[in-house]
Each structure stands twice: as C-alpha cells, then as structure tokens.
C-alpha cells in the first residue's frame, strides 16, 4: 500500500477483516538504519551550511588553492579516500559473502574492512599532526577550526560504526551461521557506503577553493 | 515453544531487571516520566524564586541579579527540553506506542533502555552545574554568543560547559527513542493496524519523534561549535570583541549564524512539545464526550502538514537580529500559514464537544482547558508572527505571556489530562477525583492570573529578563502591583502541584480500583487482558484490529463505544495469531 493511498483511506467505513501479511516485512533494523543515515545526513548538512555560511566572512582563509596552504597538497587525504573507499568495498564483500554462506570469507572480509578503516582513522590522524607540524592549530583560523571539527565529527561515527562491526565480527568469529548474519552485515555495508559518500562531499568542500564556496552560498541564497 | 515457556524464558525476574535496569517499555515510560517530574519541580522552584524577586523585589537577600539570571535559564531549559520533550516522547511515547498499535513492546528494547539511562545522565550533568564554582550559566535558554560564554554573565566557567554537554548527551537520548518510537510505529503494528486506524496521540508521538530526529541535530551543531568556541578558542560564533577592557583572541565569528542554528532547532521544538500535546487532547475529548473525533483524517493531514511548515519558520524569533526585510516577509508568511492546520485542530475539537455527552471527568476539564489556553497563546501568536507587531513587542512580558499560554502551560494541562486518563491504566487505580478537580481549577484559574495580566505589562513595555526595573519612566508605579499579584498566583499554582503529587502517590496504594477500562476507551492499550498490563502486553496472541480508534455512541450497538479488536458485523474473528518468541 503506497504512501498516499494509506493517508486518504476512510477508516471509518467497515472494510474486510485484515488477512495476514503476504511477505516477510521489511526487518525493523533496515528501517531504523535508514531512519538514523537521514539523522546523520541532517546533522552532517547543517555542520556544512554553517561552514559555507562561515566562509563568506572575511577572516576565511581556505585551507587548499595556493601553494603553501595546509591543503595545497591533497596526495594525503587521497590516500585516506583510496583507504576508506577499500574498506567501503570490503564491507560489501562481506555483505556478498554472507548471502552466498561464505563463512571463511565472511569473517576475512570483515577484518579487512575493520583494518582499512582503521587505517583510514590513522591516516585522517596523520594529517591532523601534519596540520599541527605547519601551525595550524585548531583556532588558528576558521577553516581550520572546521577542517579538526568536521573531519573528527566524521571519524566520531566512524568509530561507532566499529562498535557495530565489533558484534557482528563477534559472532562470526563464535561460528554463527553466516546466514543469521546477512542482515548485520548488510546494514553494516550500507552504513559503511553511507560515510564513504559523506566523506566525498566533506573532501570536496573542505579542499575547494574559496571562490567555489562563494559560487556555492549564492546557490544556497546564502551571498 | 508455547507463550508460556518462552514468557519464563524473557520475562524479567530479579527486583534489578525488572525494575532498575529494566528493557520494559512500560517501566522505561515510568521511569522517564519519574525523572521528568523531578526535574520539572526543579524548574517549578526555580520560577517561583524569579517570581519573588519580581513581585518583591530586594525582599530576599540571595536572589542577586545573578542567581536571577542562573533561575531564567535553568527554568526555560529544563521545562522544555528536560520536562516537556522527556515527559512527552520518553513517557507518554513509551508507555503508549507499543500498546496502541498492538505490540509486544518497543522494537529495540535495549537501545530503549540505554535512551532513558543516557537521558538521566543528561540530567544529573545539567544539575551538576548547580554545584560547580560559579554556578549554572546565566546566559538565557537561547544561550546566545557571545554573551553566554564571556565574563559578565554568570557561570561562565563550569556552568556553560556543563549545560551544553548535557544538551549533546540528551540529543543522544533522545535520538535513541526517537529511532525507537518512530520503527515500532513503521514496522511493529498489529495486524489490522492501518495508518489511519491509529489513534490521533500516536500520530501526534510519531511526527514530534520525526521532528526531533531532524531538528536536535540543528543544536548538537551549535551547542559542538559553542563548545570549541569556548574550551578550544575557535571563532565559529565569536566575533572580535573587547571583553573587561582586554581585547579577546576571538575574531570574525557570526553570533547571528548560532541563533538561525539554535531557531532552526527551536521552532520544530515547539511542535516536537505540541504535537504530542494536540494527539492527547484529541482522544481526550473524543472518549469523554463519547463522540468520534471531528474530522479524523482532516486531523492527521494536520498533524503532518504543522510538522512540514514546523521547519520553515525559524527566523520569525528573530525578526529583531536585523534581517533583510524580504526574509522577515517569508517567515511572516509562513507563520502565518501554519496557523491554518493548527485552526483546523482546534474546530474539530470543538466541533466533537459539540451535542457530545461531555463527561466531565478530570482528563476532561483539563482537555477543555487546554482548548482555551491553547487558543489565547494562539492568537497571540499571530500578533507576534507579523514583523511590524512584533518589532515593538519584541523582548517584553507580551511574549513571555504568548509563549507561556501556548508552549508552557497548554502541554502541561495535556501532560495532567494525559495522566489523569491513562493513571488507571498503569497502576491499576483511579487518581482521586476531588483533588484532581481541585487540582485543576487552582492550575486552571491561576494560569490566567498569571499570564493574562503579563500581556499588559508587555504593553506597558516592561521588558523580560529584566532583575529589576528602577528608573524606567515609562512604567507606571501600579505595575509593581500587577507584579506582587502575578507573584501570589504563580506560588498558589506551585504549592497546589503538591496535591497533585500526593494524590499520584497516595493513589498507587488507596485509589479506587479502575478495573481495565474504567472510561470505556476504544483504543487498544484499555484492551489488555491484564491491568496493569504484563510482559509481553497482551498475553498468548495479538490482538486483531478490525476498526478505527473513534466508535463512540455507534448507532445501534449495545454499548456506547466498540473497541477496536471487536471485529465488525458479520466478520469471523481471524485467530491464528503468532506466537510470541520473547525479545531476540
């Protein structure tokens, strides 16, 4: 039943008692995960308004362009994009193993994707202590500021998201049935992708130059 | 495995499990709404003191104008977020989202339990300030920068870090009931269970659950960005500034970018308090007017639409910050087409009071109530709503009274009917009558003593916030008097919550046995097979439901309500229910 026909229905009027559902229902937990990526969508879309709109003030100094700035060099953070992708790409081979009951290769995929966003944290780290090296400290300047907030808020999910593939490696570790964990490994993958994206829009924004910014907040009304 | 067996297996045996640490959505709703009390007679002391510093003013010693400020703010943060949000969504949203759509309980037991003990740990952390050097923030419960974090306003030390954690961990909270409430009503209905066969309180639960998924990120944001702005020394809101003669490291910060983050929370916040509030109120009226409710689906679409427009009409609380025109023009605009769904609810209720055989019970004078003050704080609300009204009333006791008649005291007189009507429910008893009808006259009347007189002081011009108003011509001496009596009300109204209180306690134990559906309800939570209901809800199957939630005084049916699990003339019950397997 769509959306629109369950909101114009008229249940006042006797219809036929209800049969029982035809088809397995969609598992609560996928929905929950799709309800919680819309949270952390919105939460990561207002961090990025307020930085666009912090940008259009005066002081801003962008952190890529000119030669000489934190991120005139981007071979580092295409590093950690290359790690965070692998990891992305092994949760879903993990997801594909546990459909075809796979278990060796369940549990192998799993660690790899734990390693590599591991990886990926200490390469995030890593940029963090070059930024530190060059003197730009967390209230140095504004883009800075936002370059520690975001990048860390990022990571902070990051590392939730491990919490969760803990339990589920867990499991697999004890010998449970690759197939009771299709779900968990599904929901895990999605969760994985979902932050490989928000990555990509917080790289892009956070590496563009300042006039990009500027284009962007007269997109958004913003200039 | 049979209900029985697998009910041993699940069902919670220690005092420990079964109460403290309990996975129980009707434990964990009496748990919240416990906590949300306490704290709410926190906040309840803390207007009372403001009241006497405002009605006699220097009478009492230790209410400098510091500790005036630290009451301000911690009264409006924690009767909104930690009383009204907690009590509505943690409370009245657990106890009755399972039992209303037919489930066993919350899909996520566990997240559900962690939600209220993180949702206490917000508690104690934000009443922790009162005991930290400097004491709690002064700074207003907008907490506006640059002000709330600079020396000049009180506790700026410990008191602001504090509350702004206990902001972040209470949106942890709430984000783990929301992703709870909102699930359980997508995925665990029984059968039956339509959409439109829900009852309006928990279509009214489940948009405020959404609003508060999608608006408390809006002040984790700032409350995070405040936080940096003030431990770590970065200049997200900070602008330059000279603060005690010495210019601050901060530079180039938009105070003005906090409060669209802050407002773009706040407004839905209104609705996330509301909704919940219009939901109760429906069924209120419809049972104890013994009517179905005026315009069911008009009043869902309703519910939905002031939870769109809930996101687009921020600015209008800063019309003041200097805005280009044309923006005030749009938020004016759409504040004043939220107030068309927001109408509608309010003619359909008055519209199902009409020719209803209005039972005047408790539930119901407050339901009433509501409907009156619910109305003034509206009107005022338009007032406020036009940019040109609102520039002189701006920061007077005229908005204080608007946001107290709509958002303070209309929830709260919900929240009462609220409990009065489903009391019977969770304890098995009736809350005494004759303390209830006192108890809501003196709340109900004394409402009006104290906001009704406000209006015209915010005419006069008198501003809020204000400790003490010496030296300003253009307030009449006589005001002082509408001050003193305002302040005899407001601490008649808080000394009558103790009869409240006693008759919630005493009632446990004394009241008069409610049997399981004491008002002759429809909806499916006065269906249980046990009162109190047990574990698990509803015994060895599920019920069926084969109706909507509203009928009342149906022609020609014996009784003056059908439940909604009682099949329909010429249905053949359906019975092969699952089993229960107990939690996974």
């Known amino acids: 039943m769509s959306l629109l026909s369950a909101l114009t229905a008229k249940p006042w009027l006797p219809e036929p008692p209800p049969a029982l559902a035809s088809g397995p229902a969609t598992p609560a937990a996928r929905v929950a995960l799709r309800v919680l990526l819309a949270v952390i969508a919105t939460l990561f879309g207002l961090f990025l308004l307020a930085f666009l709109i912090r940008a259009q003030l005066p002081d801003w100094q962008a952190l890529g362009g000119a030669p000489g700035r934190p991120l005139a060099n981007l071979a580092p953070l295409w590093a950690n994009t290359a790690l965070l992708l692998a990891s992305s790409l092994a949760q879903q081979a993990a997801s594909a193993a546990a459909q075809r009951d796979d278990a060796a290769r369940l549990r192998r995929a799993l660690a790899l994707g734990a390693l590599f966003t591991l990886a990926f944290l200490f390469g995030q780290g890593w940029v963090w202590w070059r930024f530190i090296e060059m003197g730009h400290f967390v209230a140095s300047n504004p883009a800075a500021s936002f370059f520690y907030l975001l990048t860390g808020v990022h990571g902070l999910h990051l590392a939730g998201g491990l919490v969760a593939w803990g339990r589920v490696f867990a499991r697999a570790a004890r010998g449970v049935a690759p197939q009771r964990l299709r779900l968990a490994v599904d929901l895990c993958a999605r969760y994985w992708h979902f932050l490989f994206a928000v990555w990509l829009v917080l790289f892009a924004l956070l590496a563009s130059p300042p006039q990009t910014l500027r284009v962007l907040a007269e997109i958004c009304g913003i200039r | ?584």
């Open chain 2, 1 to 584: 495995m049979s209900y029985a067996a697998s009910a041993d297996h699940h069902e919670p045996r220690s005092f420990w499990t079964r109460y403290v640490w309990s996975q129980d959505h009707k434990v964990i709703a009496i748990q919240y709404t416990v906590t949300a009390i306490a704290v709410g007679l926190v906040g309840l002391v803390l207007s009372n003191l403001m009241r006497l510093q405002l009605g006699f003013p220097g009478a009492f010693d230790f209410i400098d104008p510091s500790s005036y400020y630290q009451y301000v703010t911690m009264h409006g943060m924690i009767m909104v977020i930690y009383l009204l949000t907690a009590l509505f969504l943690g409370g009245f949203g657990n106890y009755l989202i399972p039992l209303m759509v037919g489930a066993r309980d919350m899909v996520f037991p566990y997240l559900n339990m962690l939600s209220y003990w993180v949702y206490l740990l917000a508690v104690i952390v934000l009443l922790a300030s009162f005991f930290v050097p400097g004491g709690p923030t002064g700074a207003g419960w907008t907490l506006y920068p640059p002000q709330a974090i600079l020396p000049g306003t009180p506790g700026t030390d410990g008191g602001i870090v504090l509350m702004l954690t206990s902001l972040v961990i209470f949106i942890v909270a709430a984000t783990m009931g929301g992703l709870n409430y909102v699930t359980t009503v997508l995925q665990a209905r029984t059968r039956g269970m339509t959409l439109l066969r829900m009852p309006l309180t928990v279509w009214g639960i489940f948009t405020a659950s959404i609003l508060a998924l999608l608006a408390f990120p809006a002040l984790l944001v700032s409350g995070v960005m405040m936080l940096f702005d003030k431990l770590l020394g970065t200049s997200f809101f900070m602008p330059a500034i000279v603060s005690m003669g010495q210019p601050l490291e901060h530079a180039g910060g938009s105070p003005v970018l906090f409060q669209h983050l802050f407002w773009f929370f706040g407004h839905p916040e209104v609705y996330i308090v509301a909704l919940p509030a219009f939901g109760i109120i429906s069924d209120l009226i419809s049972t104890h007017a013994r009517k179905n409710i005026f315009g069911y689906r008009m009043m869902v679409w309703a519910i939905v639409a002031i939870g769109a427009l809930s996101f687009v009409v921020w600015a209008h609380h800063m019309y003041v910050s200097g805005m280009n025109p044309y923006f005030g023009y749009f938020f004016a605009t759409t504040t004043l087409i939220i107030a068309v769904p927001t109408a509608i609810k309010v003619y359909n209720w008055v519209l199902t009071l009409w020719r209803g055989d209005i039972h005047l019970t408790v539930p119901m004078l407050f339901a009433i109530g509501f409907i009156s003050t619910f109305v003034i704080g509206g009107l005022t609300g338009l007032f406020l709503g036009n940019v040109s009204v609102d520039i002189p009333l701006s920061d007077t006791y005229f908005v204080v009274a608007h946001f107290h008649m709509v958002m303070g005291v209309s929830p709260i007189l919900a929240i009462f009917g609220g409990l009065y009507h489903w009391y019977p429910k969770v304890t098995g008893r009736m809350l005494d009558e004759t303390l209830g009808k006192l108890h809501f006259w003196v709340t109900f009347l004394g409402t009006y003593a104290i906001y009704f007189p406000m209006h015209y002081l915010g005419f006069l011009g008198m501003p809020r916030r204000y400790y003490a108003w010496e030296g300003y011509e253009f307030i009449p001496a006589s005001a002082q008097d509408m001050n003193a009596f305002i302040t005899v009300a407001a601490l008649t109204v808080g000394v009558f919550q103790l009869v409240f209180l006693w008759n919630l306690v005493w009632s446990i134990r004394h009241g008069k046995p409610a049997g399981a559906n004491p008002w002759g309800a429809t909806s499916l939570e006065w269906q249980t097979p046990d009162t109190p209901p047990v574990h698990g809800n509803w015994g060895a199957s599920l019920p069926v439901v084969y109706r909507w939630a509203y009928d009342y005084s149906v022609p020609g049916a014996a009784r003056d309500f059908i439940p909604q699990n009682v099949p329909q003339d010429g249905d053949t019950p359906v019975a092969d229910q699952p089993v229960w397997e107990g939690h996974a």
